[in-house]
Every structure is written in structure tokens, then in C-alpha cells.
């Protein structure tokens, strides 16, 4: 019988090749087909292991999941980028490596990122996502998330419907 160890912590600095590990995999595996390839491709690649060591040396709020050691997922938190909305807090990212979705760590990464919105004392919590990306709007649907607000992001040259997801605090 073997035992699974799963964690779910604040990151550290040694985790930042880890973290760009799980951004350059879920990137490719989410976006791909939504977002033009050369677009995408730019937006990987600045998104190294310099890049997320720098983030968090920054103090960034950087959650990471942990299945025996390695890390497969991470979230990012922090007060929420829409002000007109009443959600005060936000999560920025929350990915995971593609073998690893669809058996609920996600959920586990969501609820754990929402209560360090919640311990950092920010009431409600926002979540943006790309309209094209089913996965991401089916996931915070089923997790009681409802669109609140349907706006557009610039990629490139190209200006992609979003839909924002609200949560009233719990």
C-alpha cells in the first residue's frame, strides 16, 4: 500500500522553477487555440523561473500544491484589480498541471486560496476568465461562482471577451 501526500502551502523562493514548471504546461494546455500561438508563446516565456523567483521575493502571495514534493499547481491572491466591484479580494491565477486536473485538487487549491483571502481580511473574492476557456467557466460555476460583470482583455492585437466570477464572503 503506498501513501499520497498532498500540500497545499505558501511558496518559497525554491519553488520558483516549479511554479514556472506548472505555468508553462497549464498556459499551453488552457490557452492554446484561444490565444494566438505567437501571443501565447511570449507570454510563457516571460513567465520563467527569474520571473516567479522576483515575484516572490516581492512578497507576492503565492500559493503551491504539493503532490508528494513536487509541485503541480499554484494560486495567486491578493486585493482584488476591479474596485468598481464590492469583491475585495481576487485570485489573479490558479493552474495546475493538466494529469493533475479534473480530480479535485483544484477545488482544494480554490478553497485554500479563499481563505487566505480571508485570513489577509478581504471581504468577497473576484476571479477572471477568458469566455473561450470552458474549463476555467465550468470550473468556477460548479464552484457557485456567478458572472458578475463581461469585459475584454488585449492579447496582442486581439481584444478577448472575459467574464468575472463573483463569491460574497462566506
Not at 78 to 91: A, F, V
Not at 152 to 158: A, I, L, M
Amino acid at each position: 500500500m503506498s501513501t499520497v501526500s498532498i500540500d497545499i502551502r505558501r511558496a518559497r523562493l525554491e519553488d520558483a522553477a516549479g511554479i514556472a514548471a506548472v505555468h508553462d504546461q497549464a498556459w499551453r494546455n488552457a490557452y492554446r487555440g484561444i490565444l494566438p500561438g505567437l501571443d501565447l508563446e511570449r507570454m510563457v516565456e516571460r513567465r520563467g523561473p527569474a520571473w516567479w523567483s522576483k515575484a516572490l521575493r516581492r512578497q507576492v502571495v503565492v500559493l503551491v500544491l504539493e503532490v508528494d514534493g513536487q509541485v503541480v499547481g499554484y494560486a495567486t491572491v491578493g486585493p482584488s484589480r476591479m474596485r468598481t466591484l464590492p469583491y475585495k479580494g481576487e485570485i489573479y491565477e490558479i493552474y495546475l498541471l493538466p494529469q493533475y486536473q479534473g480530480v479535485g485538487l483544484g477545488r482544494r487549491l480554490f478553497q485554500a486560496a479563499r481563505r487566505t483571502l480571508s485570513e489577509l481580511k478581504f471581504a468577497g473574492l473576484a476571479v477572471r476568465a477568458l469566455r473561450a476557456n470552458a474549463g476555467a467557466v465550468n470550473f468556477y460555476r460548479r464552484l457557485g461562482g456567478r458572472t458578475v460583470v463581461e469585459t475584454g482583455e488585449r492579447v496582442g492585437d486581439t481584444v478577448l471577451p472575459v467574464l468575472v466570477f463573483g463569491w460574497d464572503v462566506s
